[in-house]
Nanobody, 122 residues
């Protein structure tokens, strides 16, 4: 069992930066790939970024590539999402998820956090 708690969301102006954190409980954190998703107002939940269990492989949605960076610290059971050059269209609730599969499909996550709201003003 893995419990996930996101933090770091808030209100930021366009062009600004935020760093989201996702703290995990459980001793098996390092065996899961971690994924960030987001859900904007009136939109479906969408993939943002994924990091392998070791941190050696990362993947990004085209919409955030070059602006967002996913990382993890297995010693601290935490995954991060550094978000730079934020745009109003990045406004969403951001969720972290853990998966034992080689996937970033929203339907193939094993555990979910409750999300943290990011609002980007123009």
């Amino acid at each position: 069992q893995v419990q996930l708690v996101e933090s770091g969301g808030g209100l930021v102006q366009a062009g600004g930066s935020l760093r989201l954190s996702c703290a995990a409980s459980g001793r098996t954190f390092s065996s899961y790939a971690m994924v960030w998703f987001r859900q904007g107002p009136g939109k479906e939940r969408e993939f943002v970024a994924r990091i392998s269990w070791s941190g050696g492989s990362t993947y990004y949605a085209d919409s955030v590539k070059g602006r967002f960076t996913i990382s993890r610290d297995n010693a601290k059971n935490t995954v991060y999402l550094q978000m730079n050059s934020l745009k109003p269209e990045d406004t969403a609730v951001y969720y972290c998820a853990a998966t034992s599969r080689r996937s970033w499909n929203v339907k193939e996550m094993d555990y979910w956090g409750k999300g943290t709201l990011v609002t980007v003003s123009s």
